[in-house]
C-alpha cells in the first residue's frame, strides 16, 4: 500500500501504537513523527518499551493496535514481498553489531548488494570499500567479525546497514557497552552519516551523553508512555519528575506489597501460605 | 480475593489431582509437538516455494552456499561414515556367518548381509551420524545466530531467512544424504566382503558378484528413498529445534541436544513406518 509523500511530510509517523504481550502492556498509545534529515532519539530506561518500539518501527514486530508509516507506507498492511522491497530503503544497525560470524567483514557489508543488486564483483568491492573508509574501518574487509573490538563491530554494523544508501536509518544502542572515547566518536560518526549520506536516523539509546550529543529531538519513553518529545533543550528544561530523575540517574524503588510480590513469585494468592 | 492475569498462574497445580496434572502435561506435550509439525509443515513449504519461484521474487537460491553446505554436510562426513559403515559390514559378516554355522548355511551370508546392508543398516546409520553431525550444527548455527539477532538483520536486509538458511541446508541434505548412503552401501559391503572371502574362501570378484545377483534396483532405491526423508527430516528438526532456543549459551547447548535427539527418533520412527509400508 504505497501513498505518495510530500517533501514536508515526516518520514515516519507512529499513530496510537499500541502493544501487548499477554496480558502486559508494553506501549500505550504512542503517536510520534520523524521529519525528513532529522535524528530523532527514543530513550528510556530499562523496561521502558524503547526497543519494542524499535522492533516495530523496523517491522519485526506487528502492533496490537495503532499504525507506523514509513516513508508514507503503512508497514502493518505490508505483504512480505512489499515488506522486502520496502527493506531497501531501510538500513539497520543492531546493538551487538548482528554479523554473520561464518563471513568475513566485507562479505558481510556486501550481503546487501549481492542479494538485491546484479552490480559485479569488482564493483561490489569498491564499494564496500567506501563505506568502510566512511565507517574509519578502511582495510579491514578481509578480518573475520571475531577479530573485530565491540566498536568495529558496531562500525562495521553500520557499515553493512548504510551499503544500500537508505533514506531510513535505525540505531539500536549503538554506545551500549562501550567506551566513553569510542561511544564519541560513534556518535559523530552518526551526525556524519546523516550529514554526509542525507539520511533521517532514528537512535534507541539509554546513554544520556550521547543521546544530548547527537539528537535533533528526543522522545523519552518511561513504562510504556511518551512522557515528552522535544529538543535537547527542551527535555533538559522539563519539570517532569520521571524526566528528572532520569536525567539525574535518580530511579525510584518500585514499591512494593509484600502479598502482591509474593504471588507474583509463587503464581499463587500469599493466603496460601498464611497460617490464619 | 486477588485476580491474576496472566494465564499460567490462573490455575494452581495444588489444586489439581495428581491424574489432572498428567493429563495436563500430556496436553500441553501434545500441543507442543503439533505445534512443531506445523511448524515444520510451514517451513518445508517455504523451502519449496523459495526453491521453485525464489528467482520470481528476485530472491533465488544460489549455488554457492549450496555446494558450501554439500561440502559440510557430505564431503567432510565421508572419513566418519566410511569407518562406520566398513565396520558395520564387519560385524554383519561376523555375526552372520556365525548365526548361519549352526545350519551349514554360511555361503547364504552374502544374501542377508547384502540385503541388510542396502535397505536397512547403510541408511539408517548414515542418518543417525548425518543428525549427530549436521543436525546439531544447524540448531547450534540458528539458534546462536538467533541469539545474535542475525536473523532479525537478515529479515531487515530484506533476505528471506528460510530462502537464506534453510533452503540451501535442506537442498544439500537431499542430495547429500542419499550419496553419502550409497557410498556406505558400498564401503559396508566391502567391509563384509573382507571377511567373508577369508571366512568361506571365495574371491573378492565372485562375492560382489553375489551380491549384485542378490540385490535388485528396487532394494538400493528403498535404501536411498528412506535416506532422502532421514535428510529432510534432520534439517527441520535441526530448524525447528534452533528457532526455539531461549535463553544464552545454555539455551543454545539445550536446543542441540534436542535436535540429535528428536531427529533420531524421528529418523527410526520414519523408518519403521516406510518399512510397514512398503516391505510387507
Known sequence: MTTSLSESAPLIEVTNLTTHYGSRQILNGISLTVNKGEVMVIMGGSGSGKSTLLRHLIGLERPTGGCITLLGQD?????????????????????????????????????????????????MEIMVRLKLEVVNLAGFEKLMPSELSGGMLKRAAFARAVIMDPVLLFCDEPSAGLDPVVSSSLDELILRLRDALDMTIVVVTHELESAFRIADRITVLDKGDILTIGSVTDVRASDNKRIQDLLNRHFEEEILDPDEYLARLTGEPSDTFSHA | ???????????????????????????????????????????????????CLGGRRKQQVRLAPVVSQMMEVGIRALP???????????????????????????????????????????????????????????????STMMINNEVDALRVMGINPVRFLLVPSLV????????????????????????????????????????????????????????????????????????????????????????????????ILADLLIVFLLTR
Not at chain 1, 82 to 98: I, L, N, P, S
Open chain 1, 75 to 123: 508497514i502493518g498492511n505490508m505483504t512480505e514481498h512489499e515488506m522486502t522491497k520496502f527493506y531497501r530503503k531501510v538500513g539497520v544497525a543492531f546493538q551487538g553489531g548482528a554479523l554473520f560470524s561464518s563471513m568475513t567483514v566485507g562479505e558481510n557489508i556486501m550481503l546487501p548488494l549481492r542479494e538485491h543488486t546484479k552490480l559485479d564483483q569488482k564493483t
Open chain 2, 172 to 267: 544439500a541434505m537431499m542430495v547429500m544424504v542419499p550419496s553419502l548412503t550409497l557410498w556406505a552401501d558400498i564401503v559396508a559391503l566391502l567391509g563384509a566382503g573382507l571377511y567373508i572371502t577369508t571366512a568361506l574362501g571365495i574371491s573378492m570378484g565372485t562375492y560382489f558378484a553375489q551380491t549384485i545377483m542378490y540385490l535388485g534396483t528396487d532394494d538400493v532405491l528403498h535404501g536411498l528413498g528412506k535416506s532422502l526423508v532421514f535428510g529432510m527430516l534432520i534439517t527441520l528438526i535441526g530448524m525447528i529445534s534452533g528457532s526455539s532456543v531461549t535463553g544464552g549459551a545454555e539455551g543454545v547447548g539445550h536446543v542441540t541436544t534436542r535436535a540429535v535427539v528428536h531427529s533420531i527418533l524421528a529418523i
Open chain 2, 80 to 142: 566418519i561414515i566410511s569407518l562406520v559403515s566398513i565396520t558395520i559390514g564387519l560385524m554383519l559378516a561376523i555375526q552372520g556367518i556365525h548365526a548361519l554355522k549352526d545350519f551349514g548355511a554360511e555361503h547364504q551370508v552374502t544374501f542377508g548381509v547384502s540385503l541388510s546392508v542396502v535397505r536397512e543398516f547403510a541408511p539408517l546409520i548414515t542418518g543417525i551420524l548425518i543428525a549427530g553431525r549436521s543436525g546439531s550444527a544447524f540448531a547450534a548455527r540458528l
Open chain 2, 1 to 51: 480475593m486477588r485476580m491474576l492475569k496472566a494465564p499460567s498462574m490462573l490455575i494452581s497445580d495444588r489444586l489439581l489431582s495428581p491424574v489432572l496434572q498428567k493429563v495436563e502435561a500430556v496436553g500441553r506435550t501434545t500441543a507442543k509437538w503439533v505445534d512443531s509439525l506445523g511448524f515444520g509443515t510451514s517451513l518445508l513449504y517455504q523451502s519449496v516455494f523459495w526453491l
